[in-house]
Structure formats: C-alpha cells, structure tokens
C-alpha cells in the first residue's frame, strides 16, 4: 500500500472586514466549502452585504479554514466575480495571508478600501487555492 496524502472537505464561513476598523458589516451571504489534499487547500464561495456597518481601512476576507504557508506566496491567488456594490469597475483578486485573502482590485493592482465599496456589495462567487503550514 502507499503512501495517500490524507483528504478533506467540509464548510467555512467567509466574513469581510476593515484592517482600521473591523466593523459590523449585516450579511445577505457566506458561503464557503474547501477541499484539502494533503497541505493543498482549494476554497470556493460567496459573499453579500447589506451594509457595510462601519468597516474602514484596507477590506479582507477572514475565516480560511486552514492557515496560509506564506513561504509559498506565489501560489495563493483568488479569483473574484463582483455583483454590483464595487464603485472601480475594476477586476477583483486575492491573496492568502493568514487566515485571511487581502483584496485588492486592478489593473494595475490596488488595495480594495472601504471606500471602493458601497451598501449592497456582493461578490457572486470566488475560489482559490493556497498551501498549508
């Protein structure tokens, strides 16, 4: 018999917050599932809000499942479909830190701010893949 990787799935609860002020954003969505082979996490979901409730400075996603191997940088990327709410009618895009995916909108590449968004932001979907410690 060889040596298999170990694999898991499950849910994950994806919530956006301000690296100023956290804020207590009211939710319509959070919707996250991952699968997990070996230290290689794949994540999907999606993400609404009504309203921002005072979120400020540089916006994230927290609640990563398992946390990022920041020695391996150029593999957490995350792709972002955006649903009205983002005032830059820009791309949306991650990067994995923490337990967390920074946003960031371009091109050329900009921090995503409290205010490049208003009430009603929505991201339809998004996934991404990233190693763990």
Do not use: C, H
């Given at each position: 018999?060889?040596?298999?990787?170990?694999v898991?799935?499950g849910?994950?609860?994806?919530?956006?917050?301000?690296?100023?002020v956290?804020g207590?954003p009211?939710y319509?969505?959070?919707?996250?599932?991952?699968?997990?082979v070996?230290?290689?996490?794949y994540?999907?979901?999606?993400?609404?809000?009504v309203?921002?409730?005072g979120?400020?400075g540089?916006?994230?996603?927290?609640?990563?499942?398992?946390a990022v191997?920041?020695a391996v940088?150029?593999l957490?990327g995350f792709n972002?479909?955006?649903?009205?709410?983002?005032?830059p009618?820009?791309?949306?895009?991650?990067?994995?830190?923490?337990?967390?995916i920074?946003?960031w909108?371009?091109?050329?590449?900009?921090?995503?701010r409290?205010?490049?968004?208003?009430?009603?932001f929505?991201?339809?979907?998004?996934?991404g893949?990233?190693?763990t410690?």
């Amino acid at each position: 018999a060889g040596n298999y990787p170990q694999v898991s799935s499950g849910t994950w609860t994806p919530a956006l917050y301000g690296s100023t002020v956290a804020g207590n954003p009211t939710y319509t969505t959070t919707l996250g599932r991952y699968y997990k082979v070996g230290r290689y996490v794949y994540v999907d979901g999606a993400i609404g809000i009504v309203s921002k409730g005072g979120m400020q400075g540089d916006l994230a996603l927290n609640g990563l499942p398992y946390a990022v191997n920041s020695a391996v940088y150029g593999l957490n990327g995350f792709n972002f479909t955006p649903f009205g709410g983002l005032i830059p009618d820009k791309q949306l895009f991650g990067i994995a830190e923490g337990t967390g995916i920074a946003l960031w909108y371009g091109p050329p590449g900009t921090i995503l701010r409290d205010t490049d968004i208003v009430d009603g932001f929505n991201i339809w979907s998004f996934s991404g893949q990233y190693l763990t410690i």
